[in-house]
C-alpha cells in the first residue's frame, strides 16, 4: 500500500498517487470546483467516519467558497481548464492515505493560516498606503519646489 505523508505530496508524486488510485479513475471527464469540492468532502467525510447533514455540507462548502473566492474568480476569469478526473483522483488517494496525526495537524493548521493570511492582508495595505504616501510626497517635493 501507498503511504502518502500530505497531499501535496501526493500531487507533487502523481505517479505514485495515480498508481495508489487507479481503481477509483471513472475516465477523463473534467470537474469543476464545486463538484470537485464535493467528491473531495465525500472522500474526507468517509476518511473521518463522519456523516454530515444536507445543512452541514451546504455550510461546508459556503465557507469554501467564501476562503477561496479570490482565486475560484481568478480561475473564472483567467478561464482556467476543469480540474481533470486523473487530478481529483489523485487528491481522493491523498486523502485516502492520511493518518490520523497528519488530519490533527491539518485541522490544527488551518486557523494559523487564516491569521498569517489576515496578518499579510494588513501588512501588504500597510505597504500601499507607504508607498502612496511616498508617491504623493515626491509630488509635493517637485512641484513646489520642496527639499
Request: aromatic share 4%; glycine share 6%; charged share 25%.
Amino acid at each position: 500500500m501507498l503511504r502518502v505523508s500530505s497531499i501535496a505530496g501526493a500531487v507533487a508524486r502523481p505517479d505514485r498517487a495515480r498508481q495508489a488510485s487507479a481503481g477509483s479513475a471513472i475516465g477523463s471527464a473534467a470537474w469543476t470546483p464545486d463538484a470537485a469540492f464535493d467528491r473531495l468532502f465525500d472522500a474526507a467525510a468517509r476518511k473521518l467516519n463522519v456523516v454530515c447533514t444536507p445543512e452541514e455540507r451546504a455550510e461546508a462548502k459556503e465557507q469554501f467558497a467564501n476562503r477561496f473566492d479570490g482565486a475560484l474568480e481568478v480561475a473564472k476569469r483567467a478561464e482556467v481548464a476543469a480540474l481533470p478526473e486523473e487530478a481529483l483522483a489523485e487528491m481522493e488517494a491523498a486523502i485516502e492515505q492520511l493518518s490520523a496525526a497528519e488530519l490533527a495537524g491539518v485541522i490544527a493548521s488551518i486557523p494559523l493560516a487564516q491569521q498569517t493570511q489576515e496578518m499579510l492582508r494588513a501588512l501588504a495595505f500597510r505597504q500601499a498606503e507607504q508607498r502612496l504616501l511616498e508617491h504623493l510626497a515626491g509630488q509635493v517635493d517637485t512641484r513646489y519646489g520642496g527639499n
